[in-house]
């Protein structure tokens, strides 16, 4: 499955003081080689995996209104990206965190689907040994660790204006800060809600399952069946599809699960991306804090570990052999 570039615009913003970020602009495209396209399909691969938020333009975004005269052919691409990166400076600028870096436009095509990628990717200093056994600095893009990216889908933009889901951002590793100053940058709001999609889904399952009266280990079967497909999607890259799912799934009362969500009006999606995270609740059981750290299985809850709402208890019967083993040292001391 190939990448194809159409257009790659790369500028720099770099901080001179707690204030001050330049910006470095270049003349003219950068001239897609087979650097540029390994950049870009590794670019491309690490943001696919990532957990990412959806949203839209809003109605007065810079960005959209450039964007769009852009593809209108009234603007050039470079044009473009020079004038969003200066509007970029400007609200990074608002934050005593930033700290500038390689700014990133490429327009490009994956499986016949038009995309912008705009990201500002951070470099990191490594050493590296060269023929003569030398030993040199050198300064690489930390593309695996890029947590200010957001990617939009022309195709679905232009094809479907009502879309929530056309833009996709990472939320970062420092929390709302980055996401804020993003989406000022991009003109945009938070859109398609991924978790509340995910965790709907649980909640159908569990009162399906609780409507058709399920035993434990049907319960846990039909949950796990869930997470197998929902797995299978993420793995894929693809979304969770409602009709699909509703197929693999055994009917109750000659009632398919989706008629279930549709009458029972969980408000779920006919597709939506899978969260990872959300997910795993299917079949585990994790919770951490003050100092415990707890994941389990969910089968055996009832059967090994039993909890008491009343005293807020969990009782664990059989732990686990390197568990056990510092215990008993630690007991022997």
């Not at 003219?28 to 080689?33: D, E, G, Y």
């Not at 707890?294 to 568990?323: Q, S, V």
Request: hydrophobic share 35%.
């Amino acid at each position: 499955m190939s990448l194809d570039i159409e257009q790659i615009a790369l500028h720099q913003l770099n901080k001179r003081d707690e204030q001050t970020l330049d910006v470095v602009l270049r003349d003219t495209l950068l001239t897609p080689n087979a650097a540029v396209d390994e950049m870009m399909a590794e670019l491309h691969r690490v943001y696919s995996v990532k957990s990412k938020a959806y949203g839209l333009f809003n109605e007065d975004s810079e960005l959209s209104a450039a964007l769009r005269s852009c593809r209108k052919g009234d603007d050039d691409f470079l044009s473009f990206s020079r004038a969003a990166t200066g509007r970029l400076r400007d609200e990074l600028a608002k934050y005593p965190f930033a700290e500038g870096g390689v700014v990133l436009f490429c327009h490009y095509r994956f499986l016949a689907v038009e995309y912008l990628l705009v990201a500002v990717l951070n470099s990191r200093s490594s050493m590296r040994v060269n023929e003569q056994l030398d030993v040199s600095s050198i300064h690489y893009l930390d593309i695996n660790h890029a947590d200010i990216v957001a990617r939009i889908d022309l195709t679905e933009w232009e094809t479907n204006p009502e879309s929530s889901r056309y833009l996709t951002f990472l939320k970062g590793r420092v929390g709302r800060k980055v996401s804020d100053f993003f989406m000022d940058f991009l003109g945009a709001s938070e859109g398609l809600d991924t978790k509340a999609q995910n965790r709907g889904l649980l909640q159908a399952v569990d009162d399906f399952c609780t409507e058709a009266q399920l035993d434990k280990n049907e319960r846990q079967n039909y949950r796990q069946q869930v997470y197998t497909y929902c797995n299978e999607q993420l793995q894929a890259g693809e979304e969770i599809a409602l009709d699909d799912l509703s197929e693999e799934l055994p009917p109750w009362n000659d009632k398919k699960f989706k008629e279930f969500t549709q009458e029972q009006g969980y408000q779920l999606e006919e597709t939506f991306p899978a969260d990872r995270s959300t997910l795993r609740q299917l079949t585990k059981f994790a919770g951490s804090g003050g100092g415990l750290s707890i994941n389990f299985d969910a089968m055996l809850m009832g059967e090994r570990i039993f909890w008491d709402p009343a005293t807020d208890t969990l009782t664990i019967k059989g732990t686990p052999p390197n568990l056990r083993d510092q215990l008993q040292r630690k007991a022997g001391k």
